[in-house]
């Protein structure tokens, strides 16, 4: 089964502006979002750098957060993204 | 090109690079630096006192980079402590300066490409951008 994920940072203030966002689609879509904080949980990290040749492509050739990944089509967008193209991606 | 370690026969300053600097910025004497090896360059280090780098002083660090050139600090303060919370956690925590909006990938010359401050210039959210920003805003176009 298909897996959203957010991978995302404590003190990112882009990942920060993101969460409300976040919150709404999945209150408006019904869908649940994993949420992966990856500077202050090793396990976390190791997670996002597994996804690292499918992320780095899609995000300026780094590991960037916040990322949000469908582990199923291996869809990821980056960084601060409007409303509209969070919940286009998360419906894709 | 294989950067290596060089020293100042005059005053002993340390340079690392894949060459010297032609006048020393020390001490201006004209070609002054030999090459040394990596242990001798630590030892000459050794003696330096660590001295606590604050949030201060890296603010200072940056305003001076920043000056009479093409970008400048972000002047959202609020912004600026958050980043610099997640900075200095990372330095604590894993090393080294890392941008609190990446992670790194445990290859450690594609990680120093994300020490701040970075090499935002060639970064797509800067370059070309009409009001273009290093990846995690703190560093904005002027």
């Known amino acids: ?92 | 090109m294989k950067k290596t370690f060089w020293r100042c026969f005059v005053c002993n300053d340390i340079h690392y690079g894949i060459k010297p600097p032609e006048i020393c910025p020390t001490c201006k004497v004209k070609n002054a630096y030999v090459e040394i090896s990596a242990s001798e360059a630590k030892t000459c280090l050794a003696p330096v006192p660590e001295k606590e780098f604050t949030k201060e002083d890296f603010l200072r660090a940056i305003e001076t980079l920043a000056e009479g050139q093409e970008f400048m600090i972000n002047p959202d303060r609020a912004r600026l402590e958050t980043l610099f919370e997640g900075i200095f956690n990372n330095e604590r925590n894993h090393g080294l300066k890392y941008c609190p909006c990446r992670l790194i990938c445990k290859e450690f010359e594609e990680d120093l490409k994300i020490v701040c401050p970075c090499n935002f210039l060639i970064h797509e959210t800067y370059k070309g951008v009409d009001k273009g920003e290093c990846w995690c805003g703190m560093f904005i176009k002027r």
């Not at chain 1, 993101?18 to 649940?32: N, Y």
């Not at chain 1, 582990?71 to 969070?86: D, F, M, Q, R, S």
Request: hydrophobic residues 40%.
């Open chain 1, 1 to 92: 089964m298909a897996k959203l994920i957010m991978f995302h940072g404590r003190e990112c203030p882009h990942c920060r502006a993101m969460m409300p966002l976040v919150d709404q689609l999945e209150k408006e879509a019904g869908i649940v979002l994993e949420k992966h904080e990856v500077w202050h949980d090793e396990k976390n990290a190791d997670l996002m750098r597994s996804y690292r040749p499918v992320l780095t492509p899609q995000c300026g050739g780094q590991l960037r957060v916040p990322t949000f990944l469908n582990t199923e089509t291996n869809a990821a967008v980056c960084g601060e993204i409007p409303y509209e193209k969070l919940k286009e991606w998360a419906l894709k």
